[in-house]
């Protein structure tokens, strides 16, 4: 197994290339995951213990917890519950509020603010949390040489330092409207216990959050306990929380439908109607997305017409109630309609395949040949073939090349040795503004090393105006500047979504009063209890 620990001397390229930038914000595909794990200590459709919450994740455990470099599923997930920032955003409603924070962020100045710890805060090792824990884990995540995936939503933060024992300053390189809730992406550990063995914590994460982890197992799946010692704004209603990992989505809908679980996540679509008959059902919209990406760097797909083209090609409206069965919404933007900061795309990719053959043959292209590489995700091999469809019917002959995401990404994409990827996305487990969705997919490693448009003058707008709306305070001005950058990745199309998911979440809806559904991967227990 490569070794990725920190200060490895592992350049960050390749670090982020074998993290895959995956996981949550990926949607890996689950691979093997367990199917047994803990029975409930109930029977038949009691659910257990009205002490204990039992779910199923629909993905493996792959890679560790430390919050520093942690993007998988099921570490996002758990450290959702275990962990806690300065400033949280709230699983559902994902808006900021105060964690760790004692109070709202003080502005000093335009680029500086302090940030004090709530009052009588402790970790669950039972020590308390200090402004060097603060200073700690931030400084671990700006430092390069850590590889810390989260540095790139920090662009504007010059540095952290302790005022006194529970109050923290924060410099910014210029000012940042969205400065509060930016802290989310940052949890705070204890630097005692990190500095002493960084493995043993990437593997049982010890946080400040209402639930400690017990244990993690990719077969027995993970295990939590109530902190006691928790003092903060989101109690741990039960006892214990126990996760199963099913990847097999028959086993997730038959241990819900036998009260072995009281929630899961990833419902198939084909059977949320009939899950629906006896348990809450619930489909949500989600920023996730089904993207078209191309190498930029190859011909004929460094011409923006013939991108283009495949994109007006696409019966997106047949793809969604074919393949998703009406769960998702055809893209009018970089942005899903609902969001908080949509606007729609001055291009919108409306089927027209009269007008993909007319693109392509302005670009003096025929007989084009496009092996079409996907990942494995069931939705997206369910899409695959319907693409195809698409293609050929315009006289591009497409073939497939179906695979695991990491081995698609590194033995492929990173090496620059495709033509076009469709695959998933979603970076929203992390934020859900527009700087930090956009950052994500066009500053940094995918413009530069994986749709290889980087370099051109419509790539570096894209980052001029990000930058430039993060200086900017006035909320109109910025979603102006925002707007701008979504019409240049829309008209570009170098990667950009084909629609926007739902996710589906089934749940005891009697046995779990309080739960709702998130619109990003995983399941969120603040706030919940057992009926």
């Not at 949320?272 to 760097?297: H, I, R, T």
């Not at 050929?392 to 995401?405: K, Y």
């Not at 089934?506 to 998130?518: C, I, T, V």
């Amino acid at each position: 197994m490569t070794d990725l620990q920190p200060g490895r001397g592992l350049h960050r390229r390749d670090f982020l290339r074998y993290t895959g930038l995956l996981g949550a914000a990926a949607t890996i595909s689950a691979g093997l995951a367990a199917c047994g794990g803990p029975s409930s200590t109930g029977s038949g459709g009691s659910g257990g213990s009205k002490d204990t919450i039992q779910a199923a994740l629909a993905y493996a455990l792959s890679g560790g917890f430390d919050p520093m470099t942690a993007s998988s599923a099921v570490a996002v997930a758990a450290n959702l519950h275990v962990l806690e920032s300065l400033v949280d955003l709230d699983p559902i409603t994902r808006k900021p509020y105060n964690a760790l924070a004692k109070a709202d962020p003080e502005k000093v100045d335009d680029t500086t603010y302090r940030v004090a710890i709530r009052d009588g805060a402790k970790f669950h090792d039972g020590s308390a949390v200090t402004a060097d824990d603060v200073v700690f884990s931030f400084e671990r995540v700006l430092d390069e040489k850590n590889a810390s995936l989260f540095i790139q939503f920090l662009p504007f933060l010059d540095g952290v330092k302790k005022v006194d024992a529970s109050t923290v300053e924060f410099k910014l390189k210029y000012a940042f409207a969205l400065f509060a809730e930016r802290l989310s992406v940052v949890k705070v550990v204890p630097k005692k216990l990190v500095e002493a063995d960084q493995k043993k914590f990437d593997s049982l994460p010890v946080g400040s959050g209402p639930y400690k982890l017990a244990s993690a197992s990719a077969t027995d799946g993970l295990s939590f306990a109530k902190f006691d010692g928790y003092n903060g704004p989101r109690p741990a209603k039960v006892q214990k929380m126990t996760w199963l990992l099913l990847a097999e989505p028959s086993t997730r809908v038959t241990a819900l439908q036998s009260g072995r679980v009281q929630a899961i996540e990833a419902v198939p679509y084909l059977n949320a109607e009939e899950l629906g008959k006896a348990k809450a059902v619930e489909s949500v919209q989600s920023f996730g997305l089904l993207f078209l990406m191309f190498n930029c760097k190859q011909k004929p797909f460094d011409d923006v017409r013939v991108r283009q083209a495949l994109h007006y090609a696409l019966d997106t409206d047949k793809l969604i109630k074919t393949a998703l069965l009406g769960n998702a919404a055809a893209a009018t933007s970089f942005l899903p309609a609902g969001h908080p900061d949509y606007a729609e795309a001055a291009t919108v990719y409306k089927y027209d395949p009269a007008k993909a053959k007319q693109l392509l043959s302005d670009a003096g292209v025929s007989g084009l040949k496009v092996e079409l590489i996907t990942t494995d995700t069931d939705f997206v091999k369910d899409c695959a073939p319907l693409i195809k469809q698409s293609w050929d019917a315009i006289g591009v002959s497409t073939t497939l090349n179906v695979g695991q995401s990491g081995g698609q990404y590194s033995n492929r994409v990173d090496t620059g040795k495709y033509q076009v990827m469709a695959a998933p996305g979603d970076p929203s487990v992390f934020g859900n503004d527009c700087d930090l969705l956009m950052r994500w997919f066009y500053v940094g490693t995918w413009p530069e090393h994986r749709s290889y448009n980087s370099g051109t003058p419509e790539a570096k707008k894209v980052v001029s105006l990000l930058d430039e709306a993060a200086r900017e305070a006035d909320e109109t001005a910025r979603r102006g500047l925002w707007k701008q950058a979504i019409d240049i990745v829309a008209e570009q199309a170098a990667l950009y979504p084909v629609f926007h998911r739902k996710l589906v979440t089934g749940w005891d809806r009697e046995g779990l009063p309080g739960f709702k559904p998130m619109a990003t991967t995983g399941l969120s227990f603040l706030d919940v209890g057992r009926g």
